[in-house]
């Protein structure tokens, strides 16, 4: 079935939405704006999808695409709208999210943002067929990355080296496994092997790769699929970790470990987040999921009068954390290991703010309880899922908690992906 429409508004998938006989269609590829020419292509329960077989009238929101793997790789989303378009889009995302779970018309406030050109510091690439690239959308095919506008150029042309160093033995590297610091003066090298290919030169490897690239300060391996499986690397040469400034602290980040891939959105992430922490009285305080403790660091350097305890569950992260705090002479913050959802174990005495950065899947039903137990006067919530977070504060709001303020962060621009901050108080 064929049909005409006038796209109505956007999603963070990068399609368009019209009705048709009162029911939603997704228009794949299409721009609120557009008039096109749809054919309907699947029928769902409750909506549609739909190809674009013509456009017949282009939106003032699209752009001629930069990138001529966009529809391949899957990397990106949305380089068919203006980046300016793209900041609105994604607030009406996460506005959307919470107005479905039951919170009303409540309007994101600002989006922190910066350029969305190649912001990205870390990056993994595979090799296979002689080509080096990322994994084309939902299979295992190779995507050229070479002019990709997402990552640095030296991460391409430090793939392009390692495809010529291993020549026709490159069958036995699984992935290279890049990460950069801000200024790109240091770099480690992550090369994940087959088993079976044992043989490879991977020392020569790491001596020619510094030698050609004098930021590389550290060439790591390990063998499996995949950078984060949790197996510990084996140092072949240099350091295993890059040195990082962030807010005025001096990190240092192992290639595992997490930390943000946008560096600038990040460092204006976690100045909101503090102004959000200390924004009332009292300034003792919890930093959940912590991870290497940035978000906790910059609550305790921000404010020297708080005092703060994070709480991660990954040991290495643990050690990362522990470390920069001592490097950066941070005494009003202690880390422990353990799960967040126990947090109140690790705590000295009564809590006044808590931040918390839960993965995907948001919070689990304990960690809800436990925070309504607790009852912090401020809960500040960092989610890069605005679903999940939309049926989380819709827990907190029932009883305990008012929203105060949302703010999104682009932290990763031209993708689907959208970080949120909101600042609860306790009614």
Do not use: W
């Amino acid at each position: 079935m064929t049909f005409k429409a006038k796209i109505d508004e956007m999603n963070l998938m990068g399609n368009g939405i019209t009705k048709l006989d009162g029911c939603v269609v997704f228009c794949l590829g299409a721009v609120d704006g557009d008039s096109v020419t749809c054919e309907i292509t699947q029928s769902k329960k409750n909506f549609k999808i739909a190809n674009v077989l013509s456009l017949d009238e282009p939106s003032p929101h699209r752009q001629e695409v930069d990138c001529p793997h966009f529809e391949r790789c899957g990397g990106c989303d949305l380089r068919h709208i203006t980046y300016e378009h793209e900041l609105e889009v994604k607030k009406a995302g996460v506005e959307a999210a919470l107005r479905k779970a039951g919170q009303g018309e409540i309007k994101v406030s600002e989006i922190l943002s910066a350029s969305p050109d190649h912001y990205r510091n870390k990056a993994v690439l595979r090799f296979a067929d002689g080509k080096f690239g990322f994994s084309e959308a939902k299979t295992d095919n190779i995507v050229s990355c070479e002019g990709c506008k997402i990552i640095p150029k030296i991460f391409v042309d430090i793939a392009a080296f390692t495809l010529e160093f291993f020549g026709e033995e490159i069958s036995g590297v699984s992935y290279l496994f890049l990460r950069k610091n801000s200024d790109e003066s240091q770099l480690c090298a992550l090369l994940g092997t087959q088993d079976k290919y044992s043989y490879l030169d991977i020392e020569g490897y790491a001596e020619a790769l510094t030698e050609e690239f004098p930021c590389v300060v550290g060439v790591l391996t390990k063998s499996g699929d995949h950078p984060e499986d949790g197996v510990e690397p084996e140092l072949i040469l240099g350091q295993d970790y890059i040195e990082e400034s962030f807010l005025g602290l001096s990190l240092i980040v192992s290639p595992c470990s997490f930390f943000q891939v946008n560096h600038a959105v990040a460092e204006k992430l976690c100045k909101k987040v503090s102004e959000f922490a200390l924004s009332g009285e009292g300034a003792f305080g919890a930093d959940l999921y912590c991870g290497t403790g940035v978000i906790g660091m910059s609550v305790a350097a921000l404010h020297p009068e708080a005092f703060v305890t994070g709480i991660e569950i990954n040991e290495s992260a643990v050690a990362d954390a522990k470390e920069n705090a001592i490097e950066n002479g941070l005494t009003n913050i202690g880390f422990f290991q353990g799960d967040s959802a126990d947090f109140a174990k690790s705590t000295y005495g009564s809590i006044d703010f808590i931040t918390i950065d839960p993965p995907r899947q948001g919070c689990s039903e304990k960690m809800i309880k436990e925070l309504l137990r607790i009852k912090p006067q401020r809960l500040v919530y960092v989610s890069c899922d605005p679903q999940t977070l939309a049926r989380d504060l819709k827990a907190l709001c029932e009883t305990k908690y008012e929203i105060k303020e949302v703010i999104a962060a682009d932290l990763f621009p031209r993708t689907k992906h959208v970080e949120t901050i909101v600042c609860l108080n306790k009614r």
